[in-house]
Structure formats: structure tokens, C-alpha cells
């Protein structure tokens, strides 16, 4: 992604992120062995690190779009501009041709912020915050959110079943359904859940934008691989006489 971009040079300001990046976008999902990691067994030295987790799926949200790249325009000078993943902005010293650009923010619950002020020839005549969304022009993924549960034979006795919220984006989404046994490669990350981020066009339509800082911290995993266990009624087989007979 970084290299086309920085080929596209600062004559390319204006295009739309379906132009900037082709239209094209691959998911790279990781397998492994690695050693699991019970849900309960998660502290802060496993923060930003690859984690295996194994459990069941006890809830699923609704599939919600996520922005990747905004497409903003000024209200009043139409002067329009795109803004990435890291709340860069093209046509300034952080949009096209830094390396620092990329799609999506940094968390799947992180907003995007736009700038406060026209970055037009004549800023002081469009006023403050004059910069609106069009929808129409970003660019989307989809996003999930599900509850991960410990499986019943991974419970202490007479202990409760611990449950983590777990992110999954675009091909990951709808797979597995509330009671599937699944065992998750994921990215054990923090997100503070007092409040919404500062910003419009946040990382999906209607989903909750902690702030910056402050507020209660909530452990999520941010799956890169997901496998479900394959179950005894899952594998089995009946030709058509048996179905018949049944």
C-alpha cells in the first residue's frame, strides 16, 4: 500500500481512495501452533502480542461498515480533501506520499479526525469545523464485533466462565455463528470505553468510539485467523437412502 502511494505524488491530492488504491484489497489470515492461552490467563505483558485462544462464540453483533478513508469536502469553498488511516490528509505534509499513510485507524473501535479549519486557498472565509463526510466516496469494510467464552472444560471448578470481546473485519464476518467452537489467532489490545472519540466519520455507522484517554479500559482481541472445531455432527454424511429412511 505505502510504495503506490508514495509514487502518486502530491498531483494526485484530489483523487478518491477507490483511485488511490485501486480498488483492491487483500486480508492476509495467519495459521499456527502456538501454545493457547486461556481467556482468564490474558494480562498486560500479552498486550500487543499474537495470542491463541480457544472458546466458544456466545453472542454476535450486527455487521457494521468501518471506514477505512474519508472523502471530506468544505462546505463552504468545496475545497475536498482524503483522510487516512492515521487521520493524515492529503494535500498537507502527512497525506499522499508519507509513509505514515495507511488504511483504517489504528483500533476497530478508533474514529477518524478531521481537520477543524479549510485547508482551501482561504481558510479564514469557510470558518471553523466546515469539513463534511461523503459517504459516498470513502472507503468501507465490513466489521463485527462477537463475545469469545471459555469452553466448559477449561472452567476451574466453581469458577464462572470468563468472556472477552473479540473484532473481526471482512472475510471473518459471519462465520461463526452464536455456539461454534472456534479457536481464534488474534492481537490482545486495550480500548478505553468512556466515551466517543473526537472526530466525525468514526470506524463504523453507529458503533461506539472510545476517547483518547481517560476513562475504563477494556481488554478486545483483534482476530488475524480464526479456525472452527469441526464437530461430530458437522462431519457426518448420509446418502439419500438413509435420509429417505430417517
Known sequence: EGGGIEGAGNNNNNLTPQQLFGGNSIQIMLRGNLTPTPLRSIQSHHM????????IIISCARVRPRAMALRIRCTKCMDVRTVFGNSSVSGTNGG????ALGLGSSSPFAGFS?????????????????????????????????KLQEAPEMVPTGEMPRSVLVAVERGLVDKAPPGTRVTVLAIASLFNTGGAEGGSGGGGAGAKR?????GVKTTYLRVVGMERESSTADSARFSPAEEEAF
Open 48 to 55: 500487543n502480542s499474537l495470542l491463541k485462544c480457544p472458546g
Open 96 to 99: 499522499v506520499g508519507s509513509r
Open 114 to 146: 478531521l481537520p477543524t479549519r479549510c485547508l482551501g486557498p482561504n481558510p479564514q472565509e469557510c470558518g471553523p469545523s466546515p469539513y463534511a463526510v461523503l459517504p459516498d466516496d470513502c472507503l468501507f469494510v465490513d466489521q463485527q464485533t462477537l
Open 210 to 214: 472510545p476517547q483518547s484517554g481517560g
